[in-house]
C-alpha cells in the first residue's frame, strides 16, 4: 500500500525551532512537498524536495533522503501565526497526484 | 491575480442526491486535481484532468465523475449521495510543475 507516516500533534514557544518528520512508502517517487493549512482554509505550498538535500525559504527549509525514504520540515522562528496543519505530499507520478500524510497539528504558544 | 476559484462554498444535500462542484484554475494553468479531505485527515486524490483529459483517478467509487472544460475550469459531481461524503472537496491547479495552488474548497454536508 501507499502511506505517509507524520506526527499527529507538535507543540512549541514563540521563537523555538520545530521539525515535523515524515515517512513515506509509495509506489512511485517524484518528490516530497510540504503544504501548510490553517482551520477552515486552503493547503498553501511550502517547499518540494526532488532530490535528497536540504531546500531552504525563509524561516522554512526542507529535507530529503531518498534512501530512507525520510523528509522533514524545519520551521525557525516559530510565530504564533504558525499554528497550523502541517501535511507532507508524495507526489507519486509525473501528473498531479500526491499524495497526503495524516498531518501534524503544530501548537505555537506564547 | 487572482486564484484557484471554487463554487459554491458550502452546500447541504440530503442521502441520494447528487451534486455538481465547480472550480476555475488560475489563469494559464491547464491542470486541475480534485481532492476529498476529511475533518482531522489529510486531501485524498480523486481526480487530475489535464488539457481536458482524465491523467489519474484515485480510489473513488463510480458515483464520482469529473471532466474538464476548454476553458480549463473544472466540474467534479457525485451522484447519489452518502452521509461519508461529506466532507471539503478541494480543486488544484498546477501550470505543469511540481507546486499546486489549492482553491478554498467547497464544504459538502449530506444529511
Known amino acids: 500500500g501507499q502511506s505517509l507516516e507524520q506526527p499527529s500533534e507538535v507543540t512549541a514557544v514563540e521563537g523555538a525551532i520545530v521539525q515535523i518528520n515524515c515517512t513515506y512508502q509509495?509506489?512511485?517517487?517524484?518528490?516530497l512537498s510540504w503544504y501548510q493549512q490553517h482551520d477552515g482554509g486552503a493547503p498553501t505550498f511550502l517547499s518540494y524536495?526532488?532530490?535528497?538535500g536540504l531546500e531552504e525559504t525563509g524561516r522554512f527549509s526542507s529535507f530529503l533522503s531518498r534512501s530512507d525514504s525520510y523528509g522533514y520540515l524545519l520551521l525557525q522562528e516559530l510565530q504564533m501565526k504558525d499554528s497550523a496543519s502541517y501535511f507532507c505530499a508524495v507526489r507519486d507520478n509525473q501528473g498531479g497526484k500526491l499524495i497526503f500524510g495524516q498531518g501534524t497539528e503544530l501548537s505555537v504558544k506564547p | 491575480d487572482a486564484g484557484v476559484t471554487q463554487s459554491p462554498t458550502h452546500l447541504i444535500k440530503t442521502r441520494g442526491q447528487h451534486v455538481t462542484l465547480r472550480c476555475s484554475p488560475i489563469s494559464g494553468h491547464k491542470s486541475v486535481s480534485w481532492y476529498q479531505q476529511v475533518l482531522g485527515q489529510g486531501p485524498q486524490f480523486i481526480f487530475q484532468?489535464?488539457?481536458?483529459?482524465?491523467?489519474g483517478r484515485g480510489n473513488f467509487p463510480d458515483r464520482f465523475s469529473a471532466r474538464q472544460f476548454p476553458n480549463y475550469s473544472s466540474e467534479l459531481n457525485v451522484n447519489a449521495l452518502l452521509l461519508g461524503d461529506s466532507a471539503l472537496y478541494l480543486c488544484a491547479s498546477s501550470p505543469g510543475g511540481q507546486e499546486q495552488f489549492f482553491g478554498p474548497g467547497t464544504r459538502l454536508t449530506v444529511l
Open positions: 509509495t509506489s512511485g517517487f517524484y518528490g
Open positions: 484532468y489535464y488539457e481536458k483529459e482524465e491523467r
Open positions: 524536495n526532488a532530490l535528497d
